[in-house]
């Protein structure tokens, strides 16, 4: 600073400069900015703070709370209101299928005002009020009613209404987590209050409002929205056709209903039970509202219970049914065909008549497929030989579900949704592959359909994909170990694999000694059927987990294979894996004989007596 004042104190010293000096050079437009350009450059360098903005997630919350809020707030008569309310959150919840949307709505109390809805819609205008009706059963508009009167009065309000609450419904309970929210006892009430099944209503009124929670079942509102509707009316064709020809044979409406729901689900109509719980709710409604004495309600009854029984279609996997089965389907069903017990003078009417082979024929399959709770298989078998005389149709439906009780409990992975179907573990617990002998891998297999590529049964690795191992079965039927990435799979090709049966498969592989390769054994059901030499599986890095997976995971997939001369996809494959067991140790042949032996139902952790778990025949 004291260098600087001399200057400038030399500088006024030495006066005003002579006509001969050369006036100072102008600053360029490069000095001039000179002092300031450091203070520019460090202030570009910060990065410059937005406000946040709205996200898309955000917006579709804020349309949707004030979709619920209008929604709740609109009297019952305000129509218009509640249908663009609606149709608000179904867009909202069709348009942004994210979990935080789906939340937003159970927190939002969005099934309680939902609900609540669909309770309100008696409140509505009625077609009465502008509809009369014929001496035919069809509805028709009076003459003097105006086309503005016909929109805001439609016969139709109330079912939009109820279509609108469903599809929401549906939607927000694609998260599985939602469905802890929904009260169906709650729906069921407000079903009822709602008057779209009113005891008064017409035969076609009702089969609409039945097809429409069909809908809500199977979670398809195109096609399944007028299932029911359409099934019952080629029924009644069938049948009058029948009538008109004197040459064909006469049929009931039973086989009718049978050849027709037959005929849907061979033109690839497959539905699955997405909300089980909806099941009993539907055919509580048919209880109530039809009436089995009159021939044309006593069709609809047939049609709907035969549809409910279609979804227990084994051809189709396991799914619906063991979610109809939770859903006290089963119950409801021995309900029909038990009845009320003598003295009780409680528990539904027995049914009788046509109807009850489809009840029958209900509960059957459940029971092969799902089994039965303590209590339903209690009241089954006090019904068969609680009498003088034992009940022959009872016993020969515990006859036939016998079988399905010797199936052990199982995962199925089913390829039909998508190209994979895996469960995975995160680690297995234990260093893998054991570092001082060997190890065997047992599990309980059964094949469904049986794939079109490679099919994953165990896999395991760890990050760094060091260590690997997989286990899979072929297109051929034949099993395949790989015990590296670098190296292909090696097949047992002596043995073929057979489907629709449990099989205990084992695969030993041996701690090689001294050189590289080691025996790797297959064994089904306790006998050893091929061997190949393969390598042992590396070690992963210090303190690194080794992860795990039973079926193929997204990764391992291939891509489907078409028919030939056919654009459509070949038949997903399906498995049921059942008991399976990762052992550190080389296990004997005797003892693999035994745990196949003990059959698929043990579960054990073979360090029993176990010759107990054996039968007469089993037994050494």
Same mark, same amino acid.
């Given at each position: 600073?004291?260098?600087?004042?001399?200057?400038?104190?030399?500088?006024?010293?030495?006066?005003?400069?002579?006509?001969?000096?050369?006036?100072?050079?102008?600053?360029?437009?490069?000095?001039?900015?000179?002092?300031?350009?450091?203070?520019?450059?460090?202030?570009?360098?910060?990065?410059?703070?937005?406000?946040?903005?709205?996200?898309?997630?955000?917006?579709?919350?804020?349309?949707?709370?004030?979709?619920?809020?209008?929604?709740?707030?609109?009297?019952?008569?305000?129509?218009?209101?509640?249908?663009?309310?609606?149709?608000?959150?179904?867009?909202?919840?069709?348009?942004?299928?994210?979990?935080?949307?789906?939340?937003?709505?159970?927190?939002?109390?969005?099934?309680?005002?939902?609900?609540?809805?669909?309770?309100?819609?008696?409140?509505?205008?009625?077609?009465?009020?502008?509809?009369?009706?014929?001496?035919?059963?069809?509805?028709?508009?009076?003459?003097?009613?105006?086309?503005?009167?016909?929109?805001?009065?439609?016969?139709?309000?109330?079912?939009?209404?109820?279509?609108?609450?469903?599809?929401?419904?549906?939607?927000?309970?694609?998260?599985?987590?939602?469905?802890?929210? *929904?009260?169906?006892?709650?729906?069921?009430?407000?079903?009822?209050?709602?008057?779209?099944?009113?005891?008064?209503?017409?035969?076609?009124?009702?089969?609409?409002?039945?097809?429409?929670?069909?809908?809500?079942?199977?979670?398809?509102?195109?096609?399944?929205?007028?299932?029911?509707?359409?099934?019952?009316?080629?029924?009644?064709?069938?049948?009058?056709?029948?009538?008109?020809?004197?040459?064909?044979?006469?049929?009931?409406? *039973?086989?009718?209903?049978?050849?027709?729901?037959?005929?849907?689900?061979?033109?690839?109509?497959?539905?699955?039970?997405?909300?089980?719980?909806?099941?009993?709710?539907?055919?509580?409604?048919?209880?109530?509202?039809?009436?089995?004495?009159?021939?044309?309600?006593?069709?609809?009854?047939?049609?709907?219970?035969?549809?409910?029984?279609?979804?227990?279609?084994?051809?189709?996997?396991?799914?619906?049914?063991?979610?109809?089965?939770?859903?006290?389907?089963?119950?409801?069903?021995?309900?029909?065909?038990?009845?009320?017990?003598?003295?009780?003078?409680?528990?539904?009417?027995?049914?009788?008549?046509?109807?009850?082979?489809?009840?029958?024929?209900?509960?059957?399959?459940?029971?092969?497929?799902?089994?039965?709770?303590?209590?339903?298989?209690?009241?089954?078998?006090?019904?068969?030989?609680?009498?003088?005389?034992?009940?022959?149709?009872?016993?020969?439906?515990?006859?036939?579900?016998?079988?399905?009780?010797?199936?052990?409990?199982?995962?199925?992975?089913?390829?039909?949704?998508?190209?994979?179907?895996?469960?995975?573990?995160?680690?297995?617990?234990?260093?893998?592959?054991?570092?001082?002998?060997?190890?065997?891998?047992?599990?309980?297999?059964?094949?469904?359909?049986?794939?079109?590529?490679?099919?994953?049964?165990?896999?395991?690795?760890?990050?760094?994909?060091?260590?690997?191992?997989?286990?899979?079965?072929?297109?051929?039927?034949?099993?395949?170990?790989?015990?590296?990435?670098?190296?292909?799979?090696?097949?047992?090709?002596?043995?073929?694999?057979?489907?629709?049966?449990?099989?205990?498969?084992?695969?030993?592989?041996?701690?090689?000694?001294?050189?590289?390769?080691?025996?790797?054994?297959?064994?089904?059901?306790?006998?050893?059927?091929?061997?190949?030499?393969?390598?042992?599986?590396?070690?992963?890095?210090?303190?690194?987990?080794?992860?795990?997976?039973?079926?193929?995971?997204?990764?391992?997939?291939?891509?489907?294979?078409?028919?030939?001369?056919?654009?459509?996809?070949?038949?997903?494959?399906?498995?049921?894996?059942?008991?399976?067991?990762?052992?550190?140790?080389?296990?004997?042949?005797?003892?693999?004989?035994?745990?196949?032996?003990?059959?698929?139902?043990?579960?054990?952790?073979?360090?029993?007596?176990?010759?107990?778990?054996?039968?007469?025949?089993?037994?050494?």
């Amino acid at each position: 600073m004291l260098r600087r004042l001399s200057e400038a104190s030399s500088l006024f010293s030495r006066g005003p400069p002579t006509s001969t000096d050369s006036p100072p050079p102008l600053p360029s437009s490069d000095s001039s900015h000179s002092l300031s350009s450091a203070a520019l450059t460090e202030a570009l360098s910060y990065d410059l703070v937005t406000s946040p903005q709205p996200t898309r997630v955000a917006h579709a919350k804020e349309d949707l709370r004030h979709a619920l809020d209008d929604l709740q707030q609109a009297s019952p008569s305000e129509v218009e209101t509640r249908l663009s309310a609606l149709a608000t959150i179904q867009l909202v919840l069709q348009e942004h299928d994210v979990q935080d949307v789906q939340r937003a709505f159970s927190s939002l109390g969005g099934f309680e005002i939902v609900v609540g809805a669909l309770a309100a819609i008696d409140g509505a205008p009625r077609s009465e009020q502008a509809r009369s009706e014929t001496g035919d059963g069809e509805l028709e508009a009076p003459p003097d009613a105006s086309s503005q009167d016909l929109h805001l009065h439609d016969d139709d309000v109330g079912f939009h209404l109820a279509t609108l609450i469903f599809h929401v419904l549906h939607l927000a309970l694609r998260l599985s987590a939602n469905s802890d929210f *929904l009260s169906f006892p709650a729906l069921a009430s407000a079903l009822d209050l709602s008057g779209i099944l009113a005891p008064d209503a017409s035969l076609d009124d009702k089969a609409r409002s039945l097809s429409l929670l069909w809908a809500f079942l199977v979670g398809d509102f195109s096609e399944g929205a007028s299932a029911i509707v359409v099934v019952r009316s080629r029924v009644v064709k069938r049948l009058e056709r029948q009538r008109d020809d004197d040459d064909q044979a006469p049929s009931t409406a *039973l086989d009718a209903v049978r050849k027709l729901v037959a005929d849907r689900r061979a033109q690839d109509v497959v539905e699955a039970a997405l909300h089980p719980a909806v099941a009993p709710l539907l055919l509580d409604l048919v209880d109530s509202q039809l009436d089995p004495t009159v021939e044309a309600e006593r069709q609809l009854r047939l049609t709907v219970v035969a549809l409910v029984t279609s979804l227990l279609d084994r051809r189709n996997g396991e799914k619906s049914a063991v979610g109809l089965g939770e859903a006290g389907l089963l119950s409801a069903a021995l309900e029909r065909v038990l009845g009320a017990r003598e003295g009780d003078g409680i528990g539904r009417r027995r049914v009788e008549g046509d109807e009850r082979e489809v009840w029958i024929e209900m509960a059957r399959r459940l029971l092969g497929s799902t089994g039965a709770a303590t209590q339903d298989a209690r009241k089954l078998f006090e019904a068969a030989g609680g009498r003088a005389d034992l009940d022959d149709e009872l016993m020969q439906l515990l006859l036939d579900t016998l079988p399905g009780s010797h199936a052990p409990p199982c995962v199925e992975f089913d390829f039909d949704q998508a190209q994979t179907s895996n469960m995975s573990l995160r680690s297995l617990g234990r260093p893998f592959p054991p570092p001082t002998h060997g190890y065997s891998l047992l599990a309980w297999i059964s094949i469904v359909t049986p794939p079109s590529s490679p099919l994953i049964v165990f896999g395991a690795t760890d990050p760094s994909s060091r260590t690997f191992f997989e286990l899979s079965l072929l297109p051929s039927m034949r099993f395949a170990v790989q015990t590296s990435l670098r190296s292909p799979p090696l097949e047992f090709a002596a043995y073929t694999f057979s489907a629709d049966s449990f099989h205990h498969v084992a695969l030993v592989h041996q701690r090689p000694k001294f050189v590289a390769q080691s025996m790797c054994s297959l064994y089904v059901d306790g006998e050893l059927v091929d061997s190949v030499k393969a390598a042992y599986p590396a070690a992963p890095p210090h303190e690194w987990d080794v992860q795990a997976w039973f079926g193929t995971p997204s990764e391992r997939a291939a891509a489907p294979p078409t028919r030939m001369g056919d654009d459509a996809r070949a038949p997903a494959p399906r498995w049921k894996l059942g008991p399976s067991w990762l052992v550190h140790g080389e296990l004997q042949a005797d003892f693999l004989e035994v745990c196949a032996r003990l059959g698929p139902r043990y579960a054990g952790t073979f360090q029993d007596i176990l010759g107990r778990f054996l039968c007469v025949l089993c037994s050494p």
